[in-house]
């Protein structure tokens, strides 16, 4: 028979609840959050998923266990964990002996995108979310007819901002063509490990095209995003009725030609499609321009009447009226000492370094949190206190 776990108590001050972290002797790991009348059990020997620690929910009132639907990229296992419930239905989990940019996590359990899910899927559901530093600009979606300008508009822009603006890189289950290179063309993925994740809300938005799927994964987005650039996607506006009922917070943008008549000259004036492909485009193009302007998703309409006024125009939207060159800058890291305590003291948690004669205290704020899953938590303020 084997040893019996050993317990390590992390003390959280002014908490709603405690966390245990147990370690055995197979380096198996789990934490316990007690909330109302339920404990939620994050990690444990249980986990047969070694990409992601898992999670079960006991209720003390039927004394019963359950799994339930993990949502969102979820943390990796770790040697071990501290937790503490926060505002919003939110349980903050900082991973022992992590790298400095997979340290800090949040499990969201009754916040307002995890309590959608539950309607959607009738059943009990659960969301990760990657904890980042500071804060960062709104992704921009732009959409717009074919034909309409909007991919010149953004070349300009990206032309003009190539340290501030990026692209996404969509995920796609066709074959790659030749010269194609996996995670920069696309992500090419089996088919159904892609539609695994979209079910378990990965994704921003997805179609399928002649029997392949493509769509926008939410960590594509925010790749971006952490390196210090502004993500733009470029889609339709199936697709951004997708991205706006999602969690991501966004900037929406839609293109609009003068008039249908100027819309025709200039795919014609392409002369790369037939008589049939151009009636399809422009029946296309009235239906899409109609739902641009009435269907709410966007805030701000350009209309592309001249291609440098217009360019203008965008600028401004996006507060880069007289602005040169902008560099950005990549999210940093939270360094976690590998060996340390937690306490909590209204939103700010302090992690204190033990074992040292020297102890440094990090104070984690977290009174301005924004986003949240299924991409990232923004908004950590990090401040080291040395004594």
């Known amino acids: 028979m084997g ?4 317990f390590q108590v992390d003390h959280l001050e002014n908490g709603h609840s405690h966390g245990v972290g147990v370690k055995s002797e197979t380096n198996n ?11 939620f059990v994050i990690g444990g020997n249980h986990e047969r ?36 419930v926060l505002k919003q239905g939110r349980i903050l989990v900082i991973k022992r002996g992590s790298p400095c940019n997979d ?43 074919s034909g309409v300008g909007k991919g010149t508009l953004i070349s300009m822009l990206m032309k003009e901002f190539p340290s501030m603006f990026g692209f996404s890189v969509s995920h796609t289950t066709r074959s790659p063509r030749s010269m194609e290179r996996d995670g920069v063309h696309y992500h090419f993925a089996d088919k159904k490990v ?41 889609i339709d506006v199936q697709g951004a009725r997708s991205v706006r009922a999602s969690a991501l917070d966004a900037a929406f943008i839609f293109v609009c030609p003068p008039s249908m008549k100027e819309l025709e000259d200039r795919l014609r ?9 151009i009636q399809k485009r422009l029946r296309n193009a009235e239906a ?3 739902e641009g302007k009435s269907s709410g998703i966007f805030g701000l309409m350009l209309y592309n009447d001249n291609l440098e006024e217009c360019y203008k125009k965008l600028k401004k939207l996006l507060g880069l009226d007289g602005v040169s060159l902008v560099n950005g800058v990549e999210i940093e890291g939270i360094n976690l000492p590998t060996e340390h305590t937690v306490s909590k003291m209204e939103d700010k948690i302090i992690v204190q370094e033990t074992g ?21 938590t923004r908004g950590i303020l990090v401040d080291t206190i040395k004594f």
């Not at 040292?356 to 990232?376: C, F, H, Q, W, Y």
């Open 29 to 39: 790991t789990e934490i316990s959050v007690d909330i109302g009348d339920r404990t």
């Open 103 to 145: 340290s800090i996590w949040f499990l969201e359990v009754d916040s307002p995108y995890v309590r959608e899910q539950k309607k959607l899927l009738k059943k009990e559901v659960v969301a990760w979310s990657k904890g980042v530093r500071g804060n960062a600009e709104k992704p921009i979606v732009i959409s717009g007819p």
């Open 269 to 277: 004036a392409r002369g790369t499609e037939t008589e049939e492909q």
């Open 356 to 376: 040292k004669e020297t102890r440094n205290k990090i104070v984690l704020d977290l009174s301005s949190l924004n986003g949240g899953a299924p991409g990232r």
């Open 288 to 290: 899409e321009i109609k």
């Open 49 to 84: 998923n070694t990409f992601s620690i898992g999670v079960r929910i006991h209720d003390k009132n039927s004394n019963n266990w359950f799994s339930p639907i993990v949502l969102g990229t979820g943390p990796k296992p770790s040697k071990g964990y501290s937790a503490s």
């Open 194 to 234: 892609m539609e695994k994740e979209i079910k378990d809300g990965r994704f921003l938005e997805f179609a399928s095209v002649h029997g392949n799927l493509y769509g926008t994964s939410i960590e594509a987005v925010e790749v971006v995003t952490d390196s210090g650039k502004r993500c733009i996607l470029d």
């Open 3 to 6: 040893e019996a776990p050993a």
